[in-house]
């Protein structure tokens, strides 16, 4: 057909395309007459009918209206037609949100309702994947009423992924809570990877608030300023008719946990309720209509979607969660493994016992539970509320015989570590798992597969981290369990790594610290290269600091009497100012110098980095700063002496141009010097738990074994 062009065929196609295009009816159905029915299938590229055309054009009342004149003329097939990838009208209409036309086209043609194309996807599959909610609606709702008894057919294509799944990965939270409500049977049901909905959702550390790095300003609109919905219960289809009632308010019971005994408040006055709750709604009217303004701002517009999608996606968790069981399936050896204390060459009972199975060095089965998925990806809000629901599902041992604990470490989840910590359970059965690698939770800490680089500034500070990172988890774990070794096979493990591990009989066997010291060697090499540059680039500038200190003692300004030698200016408050700047930037200057050299002249052990360098660079840093602003300062004194400004909004500005520079160099330096300020604290922390404890204080102990 296509080698006999019909231009005139053509032509009139292009016009009515065009028309389609720029929503022109009247030029549509003019054309419309002129061209063939049906179309040939040369003229489209998936071979779509003009009601197809029309429809992804986005022309509703162009569509209603082809949509009669088929009827008008009982064009039936017309109406069933697919085109080249399967999808019949209604499939076309179920992506938009044309509500009208679906009604229209469910009562001239209620077949296509369950027309699959060719990835087995009815309407109601297309509604759903494409996160139309009104559309959802309507045709779930015919479903219902026509054709109930297919039901599965409706909600799952060809490679089993079901709407639920599908709603989830797109993250249409607020659709997959109506899906997971009104079809149940999905919630545990699994894809071809063999995962249900809360391992999706699990999956996606992206939508969780605890999951993302925002910045002060974004948190505080976030927890202040957006308010929990605006028209939202409107635009989603009553979500109040369907929530249970602990789902009304995503955010009562987050912070509840069982196992944390949590004292009795005592109820207020009743004046004095209603004088909070008078109040309260003051401040709530205030706080919409500030929010109905900023609106209008695109930026604010797009901060409320993102907060929408994280509470949408802690309401369907906690739907989801309450009806998981996967966390139920777990190892039920005790311990997984003997511990291994002997020499080198000697192996425990339970080691020889597994050499009839295979190891497993991959330290994640291949589908953990949602729980384990939370804890790697760090969704502290799925974590706490499954652990807030099923407190025993802490207890939960993967395939790979690792624990919660295991997974926590190995990812560098504080948060998610401390609450296990403060849950009032016996942490014994959790810190004296051993994995199937021979793995104790301290020797994760060693694991650097899913090192992410941490959250501190520069490869010293980072190996500072995972230092205290180190004896963090080493505070928890028996004090034996520091000499255990572990026992991975070799061919494991690449040849450079066997070169530099103990081997015996087959297997590598590393303490925790020997596991830690060899796969922290390239993150130690890179830190010591960057604090040898960084002393020797600080103490240079502070050389030159010093230098123009000294420099400008021996000059003062104004000059010197000739007869005695005493400076002219020594009675001016001013020439105090320089000289008492003069000397600190001079003394502070050199101290930085002393402090850089001594990095310098270290030997750069693994330990050192733990708290001897960092304290030394962070009192070089400190001493070099105050250098500079002091050097301004004394800079500036010598301007006013010199030049005798009178008016004080002339020494004002002098003044603030000589903080320039140090206020460039302050900013320029903020995050590293509240990385340093970090370590200061941490220190100081080690320092008071050293210290004996006052008759009047308790210190209860890190390790509890109960």
Not at 202 to 216: D, E, I, K, T, V
Not at 245 to 269: A, G
Not at 628 to 653: C, N, P, S
């Amino acid at each position: 057909m296509a080698k006999n062009i019909d231009h005139e065929l053509y032509k009139n196609f292009k016009d009515m395309y065009e028309g389609l295009m720029k929503g022109d009816m009247e030029k549509v159905l003019k054309q419309y007459d002129k061209l063939p029915v049906p179309l040939p299938d040369y003229l489209t590229v998936f071979g779509d009918t003009l009601l197809h055309i029309a429809i992804f054009m986005d022309r509703e009342d162009i569509a209603r209206e082809i949509l009669k004149r088929y009827v008008n003329d009982h064009l039936y097939d017309l109406i069933h037609q697919k085109n080249n990838l399967g999808n019949t009208v209604l499939h076309e209409v179920a992506t938009t949100n044309m509500v009208t036309l679906a009604r229209d086209l469910l009562d001239y043609a209620p077949k296509l309702l369950s027309s699959r194309n060719n990835f087995g996807e009815t309407p109601l599959f297309k509604a759903a994947y494409n996160g139309q909610h009104d559309m959802f609606d309507i045709l779930s709702l015919a479903v219902d009423l026509t054709d109930k008894d297919n039901l599965d057919q409706h909600l799952t294509s060809k490679d089993r992924t079901n709407i639920l799944h599908l709603t989830i990965l797109a993250e249409f939270f607020d659709l997959a809570f109506i899906i997971a409500n009104k079809y149940p049977r999905l919630v545990d049901k699994r894809n071809d990877a063999g995962k249900i909905g809360l391992q999706l959702l699990s999956n996606n550390p992206s939508a969780f608030l605890s999951s993302r790095n925002y910045g002060l300003v974004k948190r505080l609109i976030f927890k202040y300023c957006v308010p929990t919905s605006i028209e939202h219960e409107k635009k989603r289809h009553k979500l109040d008719d369907l929530k249970h009632p602990y789902e009304l308010n995503p955010f009562d019971d987050e912070d509840q946990d069982n196992n944390i005994h949590k004292p009795k408040v005592p109820k207020m006055p009743r004046t004095y309720t209603r004088c909070m709750s008078m109040v309260a709604s003051v401040l709530t009217q205030i706080n919409r209509s500030i929010w109905t303004f900023l609106r209008g701002w695109p930026t604010m517009e797009r901060i409320y979607n993102e907060h929408r999608k994280h509470e949408s996606a802690i309401i369907l968790a906690k739907l989801l969660i309450k009806k998981d069981t996967t966390w139920e399936i777990t190892r039920s050896d005790e311990e997984g493994g003997d511990i291994s204390l002997g020499s080198e060459g000697k192996r425990s009972k339970g080691e020889m016992a597994k050499e009839t199975k295979p190891p497993i060095f991959e330290l994640l089965p291949s589908h953990p539970t949602a729980l384990l998925t939370a804890t790697s990806n760090g969704i502290v809000e799925i974590v706490k509320e499954i652990l807030r629901v099923y407190p025993q599902a802490v207890e939960h041992v993967s395939d790979a015989g690792q624990n919660i604990l295991h997974v926590a470490v190995k990812h560098r989840q504080l948060e998610i570590f401390n609450h296990i910590r403060k849950m009032e359970l016996p942490m014994s059965r959790l810190v004296r798992r051993i994995d199937d690698n021979g793995y104790t939770i301290l020797h994760h800490v060693g694991v650097m597969k899913f090192y992410r680089g941490g959250t501190l500034p520069g490869p010293a500070l980072q190996l500072q981290e995972e230092l205290h990172w180190f004896e963090r988890v080493k505070h928890i774990v028996p004090p034996h369990y520091e000499k255990h070794r572990s026992h991975i096979k070799k061919e494991l493990l690449s040849k450079k790594k066997k070169e530099t591990s103990n081997e015996d009989e087959g297997y590598i066997r590393d303490t925790a610290y020997e596991l830690f010291g060899r796969t922290h060697k390239d993150l130690h090499k890179d830190a010591r290269e960057w604090l040898k540059n960084t002393a020797k680039s600080c103490s240079t500038v502070a050389v030159l600091i010093a230098t123009v200190a000294f420099a400008a003692a021996y000059t003062v300004p104004g000059g010197s009497d000739s007869k005695t030698g005493a400076p002219i200016l020594l009675h001016d408050p001013f020439f105090l100012v320089f000289t008492v700047m003069d000397v600190l930037s001079l003394a502070t200057s050199l101290t930085s110098v002393v402090m850089f050299l001594s990095i310098l002249t270290s030997p750069l052990e693994l330990e050192d980095f733990k708290e001897s360098l960092p304290r030394k660079l962070t009192f070089g840093f400190t001493f070099l700063f105050i250098s500079v602003a002091m050097t301004m300062l004394a800079f500036a004194a010598t301007i006013v002496l010199i030049v005798h400004l009178k008016k004080r909004w002339v020494t004002t500005l002098v003044y603030c141009l000589a903080f320039l520079p140090v206020t460039v160099f302050a900013l320029l330096q903020y995050p590293l010097y509240l990385a340093f300020m970090d370590t200061m604290t941490y220190s100081l922390n080690v320092i008071k738990l050293s210290l004996p404890p006052l008759p009047w204080s308790s210190k209860k102990s890190v390790y509890k074994l109960d």
